[in-house]
């Protein structure tokens, strides 16, 4: 499975952006699917999860501002992400796996070259 992530950019606090992920998958609806997000000299840290049946995840950092939605025809996860911060400055990436579903990067089997985003104050 190959990820192409996009939508990255500079924006001002309290922007919005609109990160997409298009997958190769040919049965795209059967992966779970995640962002996770890693800035400079730091770890990488869970962002947002959707699952097969579109249950969703998102830790209290983000909880409320970013929404993670997919459109399996176009094989795509998308995160809209509201209100950014610049805390929310980092390299963004999206991952799948056909069977986990959670907070663990290492869980993840497949990664997408990840997109910058950066939020000025």
């Known amino acids: 499975v190959q990820l192409q992530a996009s939508g990255g950019g500079l924006v001002q606090a309290g922007d919005s952006l609109r990160l997409s992920c298009a997958a190769s998958a040919r049965t795209f609806s059967n992966y779970q699917m995640g962002w996770f997000r890693q800035a400079p000299g730091k770890v990488r840290e869970f962002v947002a999860a959707?699952?097969?049946?579109?249950?969703?995840l998102y830790p209290d950092s983000v909880k409320g501002r970013f929404t993670i939605s997919r459109d399996n025809a176009k094989n795509t996860v998308y995160l809209q992400m509201n209100s950014l911060k610049p805390e929310d400055t980092a390299v963004y990436y999206c991952?799948?796996?056909?069977?986990?579903?959670?907070?663990?990067?290492?869980?993840?089997?497949?990664w997408g070259q990840g997109t910058q985003v950066t939020v000025s104050s």
């Open positions: 991952t799948a796996d056909r069977f986990y579903y959670g907070v663990v990067p290492e869980s993840y089997r497949y």
């Open positions: 959707i699952s097969r049946s579109d249950n969703t």
